[in-house]
């Protein structure tokens, strides 16, 4: 079984915020390291959800890198057919991707349960024990984007971290000013239509 890294944030006495990073097995604590937050590249991702139309929801989605005290904008886009969880996972992926080569170990935050408890509880594990399936035998929902999360996970050693959402306020702020454009678009489209 692979150990997953969990992240929490501490803000501590002296008013600097380190990162203290336990080992899980069995969704259990077994060590634990505290740091600086400059030392390890920082992603943080959210999304924001619109107004439900006949067409679907549209769903924003952003994620900031943070490295040596330098925040970038990674990503946003918006979508009609997918889900918070989805768009999360995409961001976290395309946040990957831009990674400078040798940086050590990444670091996730999101305000998203969903995204951050199956490797805090290790279910990643016993999806790919399952083959991706669930225990009823099907498909995982949004099963393609584990996969690739759970492998970079394996080679990267990611630290996830639930987040408030103060601490991914960026990227929220990202997604949620990309939401009201997209959807100012499409208004604007449905009226010149």
Same mark, same amino acid.
């Given at each position: 079984?692979?150990?997953?890294?969990?992240?929490?944030?501490?803000?501590?006495?002296?008013?600097?915020?380190?990162?203290?990073?336990?080992?899980? *097995?069995f969704?259990?604590?077994?060590?634990?390291?505290?740091?600086?937050?400059?030392?390890?590249p920082?992603?943080?991702?959210?999304?924001?959800?619109g107004?439900?139309?006949?067409?679907?929801?549209?769903?924003?989605?952003?994620?900031?890198?943070?490295y040596?005290?330098e925040?970038?904008?990674?990503?946003?886009?918006?979508?009609?057919?997918?889900d918070? @969880?989805?768009?999360?996972? $995409?961001?976290? @992926?395309?946040? $990957?991707?831009? $990674?400078?080569?040798?940086?050590?170990?990444? @670091?996730?935050?999101?305000?998203?349960?969903?995204?951050?408890?199956?490797?805090?509880?290790?279910?990643?594990?016993?999806?790919?024990?399952?083959?991706?399936?669930?225990?009823?035998?099907?498909?995982?929902?949004?099963?393609? @984007?584990?996969?690739?999360?759970?492998?970079l996970?394996?080679?990267?050693?990611?630290?996830?971290?639930?987040?408030?959402?103060?601490?991914? *306020?960026?990227?929220?702020? $990202?997604?949620?000013?990309?939401?009201r454009?997209?959807?100012?678009?499409?208004?604007?489209?449905?009226?010149?239509?």
């Amino acid at each position: 079984m692979h150990k997953h890294r969990i992240v929490t944030v501490i803000d501590k006495e002296d008013s600097s915020t380190g990162i203290e990073i336990r080992e899980t *097995k069995f969704g259990k604590p077994i060590k634990g390291i505290l740091f600086n937050k400059n030392q390890a590249p920082i992603i943080h991702v959210a999304h924001s959800t619109g107004i439900p139309t006949p067409e679907g929801t549209l769903c924003a989605f952003a994620a900031t890198l943070t490295y040596m005290g330098e925040c970038h904008k990674v990503v946003e886009a918006a979508t009609r057919d997918k889900d918070a @969880l989805w768009c999360e996972m $995409l961001a976290v @992926l395309v946040a $990957l991707n831009d $990674l400078p080569l040798g940086v050590g170990f990444p @670091l996730v935050f999101s305000a998203n349960s969903d995204l951050i408890d199956p490797f805090a509880m290790n279910l990643v594990d016993a999806w790919n024990d399952n083959g991706w399936r669930t225990e009823v035998g099907e498909q995982m929902h949004n099963g393609e @984007l584990w996969q690739k999360l759970y492998k970079l996970d394996n080679e990267l050693g990611i630290g996830w971290g639930k987040a408030d959402t103060a601490l991914v *306020k960026k990227a929220k702020d $990202l997604a949620d000013e990309f939401l009201r454009k997209s959807e100012e678009k499409r208004t604007e489209v449905a009226l010149s239509a």
